[in-house]
């Protein structure tokens, strides 16, 4: 059973450009949570989604960011229009359930914008 | 809103010593928490996961225990090792559906 996979693991955009992360949930779980981490910052909650649908997305900017988890294929954190400010390294993590369910992560996928 | 706070942010001991990793948060109305261990540049892996309705859990030389009602958990190591060293996150699970973290505690285990 394969953890969570991200690609990237690490990609680099011009200022303008715009980023596409992926993440395949571990099998079986169908929650999926997006995280960031600043240089020298904790890690800080993005959005929660399950198939098909945003359940949270109160961590999200509130212009240039998006999610999606399709009924197929894995979940996708956009970035339009990057700046320099979205250099950090992003996470995702899945569960089977919410609440008190363990949270496992990926490898991260690392955003460079210059 | 959840603050979590870790002390030490960093701690340098000498392998074979016992230690102890601390963390804090302000509101005990949460569902778990988990610690974690992220080595540099690499993702989170899941140490241990305490339900609120649990005192501690164990695995292997580590222990992590939790007192809701004072908004504390601590990882304790024994008998630490080269390996061990990593940064150490602790996260609390709220009905949010999502987890808060704290800033880590850097831990360095000198041969």
């Known amino acids: 059973n394969a953890g969570v996979m991200q690609n990237p693991r690490h990609l680099v955009r011009r200022r303008g450009q715009e980023a596409r992360l992926r993440c395949s949930p571990m099998?079986?779980?169908?929650?999926v949570y997006w995280y960031r981490q600043l240089p020298e910052e904790g890690l800080k909650f993005m959005v929660y989604l399950q198939k098909e649908n945003i359940i949270d997305e109160s961590g999200m900017p509130k212009e240039r960011f998006s999610a999606e988890f399709p009924k197929e294929g894995p979940s996708i954190l956009r970035i339009q229009q990057v700046v320099r400010g979205d250099s950090a390294a992003y996470f995702c993590a899945s569960s089977p359930g919410a609440g008190y369910t363990e949270a496992f992560f990926g490898q991260g996928t690392r955003l460079t914008v210059v | 809103k959840q603050e979590v706070t870790q002390i030490p942010a960093a701690l340098s001991v000498p392998e074979g010593e016992n230690l102890v990793l601390n963390c804090s948060f302000t509101?005990?109305?949460?569902?778990?928490l988990q610690w974690f261990r992220q080595d540099p540049g690499k993702g989170l892996t899941s140490l241990l996961l305490?339900?609120?309705?649990?005192r501690e859990q164990t695995s292997g030389r580590l222990n992590a225990s939790l007192d809701k009602s004072s908004g504390r958990s601590t990882l304790y190591i024994a008998a630490s090792q080269p390996g061990d060293s990593a940064t150490y996150l602790c996260?609390?699970?709220?009905?949010?559906?999502?987890?808060?973290f704290g800033t880590g505690t850097r831990l360095t285990v000198i041969p």
């Open positions: 996260a609390v699970g709220t009905g949010a559906n999502n987890l808060f």
């Open positions: 099998k079986g779980h169908s929650h």
């Open positions: 305490i339900q609120s309705s649990q």
């Open positions: 509101d005990s109305a949460i569902y778990n």
